[in-house]
T-cell receptor, first 113, second 112 residues
Framework: NAGVMQNPRHLVRRRGQEARLRCSPM?????VYWYRQLPEEGLKFMVY????????ESGMPKERFSAEFPKEGPSILRIQQVVRGDSAAYFC???????????FGEGSRLTVL | QKEVEQDPGPLSVPEGAIVSLNCTYS??????FMWYRQYSRKGPELLMY??SSGNKEDGRFTAQVDKSSKYISLFIRDSQPSDSATYLC????????????WGAGTKLIIKP
């Protein structure tokens, strides 16, 4: 049973470009969460999605960031017009329900030049 | 002041030692407490999950919650080099996953 799959694992973008990060949850999981992790800092919640619905995006910056979890296919975290401060590790997690164990992917590391 | 405080370390101990990792918090409404282990360049993995105060044991790991002191601990007995990782505490008021508040993590190094 494959775990949470994230790609790309590493992404380099120049300032002003777009970054798209993808997350396929574990089989049978319909709840997806995105987190950002900066060096020496804890995980910061960004957004919580279920299929075709954004449940809570209170942790996501109002501008340039968006997320979706379509009926078919992976969840996408999209960052438009990236800036150096967007450089971080972005983790996706999934769960079979609102509560219970979170399963994390290995993360996507974004570097903005 | 951060809502959850965790000493970043690194904490370096010899193999076989008992390790104590700690978090303090300020929100007295937290009731659900978790410890995650994160190896370098990997995602966090849940180790222990406790509700309210008390102890929970799982193999070499013991999680302890003291709500009166707003203090949680993770003890690792007979530590192994494979325990070398960053340990993150996380907590929430209810059992909703996305309401978790995370500590910054303590880097643990077990020397052979």
């Amino acid at each position: 049973n494959a775990g949470v799959m994230q790609n790309p694992r590493h992404l380099v973008r120049r300032r002003g470009q777009e970054a798209r990060l993808r997350c396929s949850p574990m089989k049978g999981h319909s709840h997806v969460y995105w987190y950002r992790q900066l060096p020496e800092e804890g995980l910061k919640f960004m957004v919580y999605l279920q299929k075709e619905n954004i449940i809570d995006e209170s942790g996501m910056p109002k501008e340039r960031f968006s997320a979706e979890f379509p009926k078919e296919g992976p969840s996408i975290l999209r960052i438009q017009q990236v800036v150096r401060g967007d450089s971080a590790a972005y983790f996706c997690a999934s769960s079979p329900a609102t509560s219970g164990k979170l399963f994390f992917g290995e993360g996507s590391r974004l570097t903005v030049l | 002041q951060k809502e959850v405080e965790q000493d970043p370390g690194p904490l370096s101990v010899p193999e076989g030692a008992i390790v104590s990792l700690n978090c303090t918090y300020s929100n007295s409404a937290f009731q659900y407490f978790m410890w995650y282990r994160q190896y370098s360049r990997k995602g966090p993995e849940l180790l222990m999950y406790t509700y309210s105060s008390g102890n929970k044991e799982d193999g070499r790991f013991t999680a302890q919650v003291d709500k009166s002191s707003k203090y949680i601990s993770l003890f690792i007995r007979d530590s192994q080099p494979s325990d070398s990782a960053t340990y993150l505490c996380a907590m929430s008021e209810d059992d909703s996953n996305y309401q978790l508040i995370w500590g910054a993590g303590t880097k643990l190094i077990i020397k052979p």
